[in-house]
Nanobody, 125 residues
């Protein structure tokens, strides 16, 4: 069992940056690939970024490529999402996710074993 707690969301102006954090419980953090998804009001939950167990593999949605960086610290059981040049369309509830299978290449929703509760990101124009 893994519990995930996100933090770092907030209200920011377009063009600014945010760093989201996700703290995981347990001693098996390094055995999961990790990902970020987001869900805007009235829309489906969508993939944002993912990272391999060791951190040497990453994938990004086209909508955030070049503006987002996912990273992890296995010693601290934490995964991060640095978002730069934020746009109003980035406004969403951002979820941290853990995948026991270790897939980090554009994981689908159905592959996720554990979800966090989400942290809200609101970008004003």
């Amino acid at each position: 069992q893994v519990q995930l707690v996100e933090s770092g969301g907030g209200l920011v102006q377009a063009g600014r940056s945010l760093r989201l954090s996700c703290a995981a419980s347990g001693r098996t953090f390094g055995t999961y690939s990790m990902a970020w998804f987001r869900q805007a009001p009235g829309k489906d939950r969508e993939f944002v970024a993912a990272i391999s167990r060791s951190g040497d593999g990453t994938s990004y949605a086209e909508s955030v490529k070049g503006r987002a960086t996912i990273s992890r610290d296995n010693a601290e059981n934490t995964v991060y999402l640095q978002m730069n040049s934020l746009k109003p369309e980035d406004t969403a509830l951002y979820y941290c996710a853990a995948d026991r299978s270790g897939n980090w290449y554009y994981p689908g929703l159905y592959e996720i074993d554990y979800w966090g509760q989400g942290t809200q990101v609101t970008v004003s124009s």
